[in-house]
């Protein structure tokens, strides 16, 4: 196989949709193919960040983000996850 040809790669899970919550949530993303170097990013931390590892920190901020996650720094193939938190922040309780 050449290095031009198109290799099959793909991100797991496609959506991630949690409620809100006091602790946050961690889900590992998994790539299936042959992606040694993947570079990780979202579109809206407040709501999900990820780590370098594929970790997906998410729970604790109401909202929408998409997380990319590119094949390489060269940034040429992309994937992408979308992760959904619901629910309405609780306000504190005064003590």
């Not at 901020?61 to 994937?79: D, H, L, Q």
Request: hydrophobic share 40%; proline share 6%; glycine share 6%.
């Amino acid at each position: 196989m050449s290095e031009n040809e198109n290799i099959y790669w793909d991100v797991f899970p496609k959506l991630i949709r949690v409620s809100i919550s006091t602790y946050s949530q961690m889900i590992p993303l998994s790539i299936r193919g042959n992606v040694p170097a993947p570079v990780y990013e979202s579109s809206n931390s407040e709501v999900a960040d990820i780590d370098e590892l594929g970790n997906v920190l998410c729970g604790l901020t109401p909202g929408a983000a998409m997380i990319m996650v590119w094949a390489s720094e060269e940034r040429t193939s992309v994937r992408h996850v979308q992760v959904e938190v619901y629910g309405q922040a609780s306000a504190e309780v005064p003590q």
